[in-house]
């Protein structure tokens, strides 16, 4: 008979049911995620006027440019990931300090973009596409924001070298989640720019 062996005993164990974790917690988010979209889309199809209507601006710029920043976030967090396969501290310290930097700058510019839109008197009741806008916007960053605190303290473990090629869950976990807030904005974003664009 085969031996069980526990997770909390094995470290490659232990990661594996880590990942798994990781994974089913993922799939929930991804539920809401799509629900959410799948609304915006029936709302969209409902509403036969034009978006955004006559009197209200369109979407924010900066909602582009913080879509390329999260892009390039989720490619230096593989790198980080691809350094800590590796063990090589000085490259894991260096990509997790860029990712967690890249991060703020994206949730920097979600909220200059929200400020444009109250610096033109754009209110969430104002209209359904205001209201998208910003449930949309609001919901994605909010599980960034979630994601910060995680993301800090494993750069704070990559500067301290705490790291090895046996054990670097904390770097497997958070980019995980990451990867996946970068697919969630682009199907977010694609939303919006498709809810601007039909009709």
């Not at 800090?152 to 500067?159: G, L, Q, S, T």
Request: no cysteine; proline share 5%.
């Amino acid at each position: 008979m085969a031996e069980i062996v526990s997770p909390f005993v094995d470290p490659r164990e232990r990661h594996r049911a880590g990942v798994f974790g990781m994974l089913a917690f993922i799939a929930s988010l991804a539920m809401i995620f799509a629900a959410t979209i799948l609304g915006v889309v029936v709302v969209r199809l409902e509403d036969g006027g034009t978006w955004p209507p006559p009197g209200l601006p369109g979407l924010p710029a900066l909602l582009g440019w913080s879509t390329l920043i999260l892009l390039a976030s989720s490619g230096t967090m593989w790198l980080a990931q691809r350094a800590a396969a590796v063990a090589d501290a000085p490259r894991l310290s260096r990509w997790m300090t860029t990712t967690f930097v890249l991060a703020i700058a994206f949730l920097a510019l979600q909220a200059w973009a929200w400020w444009q839109l109250i610096a033109a008197s754009v209110g969430i009741a104002d209209h359904l596409y205001a209201w998208t806008i910003y449930v949309l916007t609001a919901l994605h960053a909010g599980h960034v924001l979630g994601g910060i605190g995680p993301m800090a303290v494993v750069v704070h473990h990559a500067r301290q070298h705490r790291y090895t090629v046996e054990n670097h869950r904390g770097v497997t976990y958070v980019g995980l989640y990451w990867h996946f807030l970068d697919a969630a904005w682009l199907g977010l974003y694609a939303t919006l720019l498709w809810a601007t664009s039909w009709g």
